[in-house]
């Protein structure tokens, strides 16, 4: 799986049938890029697995040791600003978190091209910031 997501050989439902199949949210694997589950089924936008990881005492800022991107970085590069990156934020994720490009999950929302569908998640980041 790991594999397959760092080459972007993995899709949503891959993903998801692999959790349905798999049923073990272990919040210690990594490979050895750091790579962990948590960080893949945030990538492809499974939420409800995203949830029972949360459930399972993940820490929601987790750091990919090989980008330096924390799990609300993966869900917002690959467009899944909406449900997941909500879930995320409302279980403490911090979205003042820099990646080793330097880039906060704000500078990922500004690079978007449907910046204008993002308008409440703004709205949430910028409430995440002041409380």
């Given at each position: 799986?790991?594999?397959?997501a760092?080459?972007?050989?993995?899709?949503?439902?891959?993903?998801?049938?692999?959790?349905?199949?798999?049923?073990?949210?272990?919040?210690?694997?990594?490979?050895?890029?750091?790579?962990?589950?948590?960080?893949?089924?945030?990538?492809?936008?499974?939420?409800?697995?995203?949830?029972?990881?949360?459930?399972?005492?993940?820490?929601?800022?987790?750091?990919?040791?090989?980008?330096?991107?924390?799990?609300?970085?993966?869900?917002?590069?690959?467009?899944?600003?909406?449900?997941?990156?909500?879930?995320?934020?409302?279980?403490?994720?911090?979205?003042?978190?820099?990646n080793?490009?330097?880039s906060?999950?704000?500078?990922?929302?500004?690079?978007?091209?449907?910046?204008?569908?993002?308008?409440?998640?703004?709205?949430?980041?910028?409430?995440?910031?002041?409380?």
């Amino acid at each position: 799986m790991h594999y397959a997501a760092k080459n972007r050989r993995l899709r949503s439902i891959d993903t998801q049938k692999f959790f349905e199949i798999y049923d073990r949210f272990d919040v210690n694997y990594t490979d050895e890029s750091g790579l962990s589950h948590f960080h893949v089924t945030c990538k492809f936008g499974c939420c409800d697995v995203v949830v029972k990881f949360l459930e399972a005492g993940q820490d929601p800022n987790c750091i990919w040791q090989e980008t330096g991107d924390s799990p609300l970085h993966l869900a917002l590069e690959m467009g899944q600003w909406d449900d997941v990156s909500e879930v995320l934020l409302r279980h403490g994720a911090d979205a003042n978190l820099t990646n080793k490009e330097g880039s906060t999950p704000l500078h990922v929302i500004c690079r978007m091209d449907e910046f204008d569908e993002t308008e409440e998640l703004v709205d949430l980041f910028l409430r995440s910031l002041t409380s």
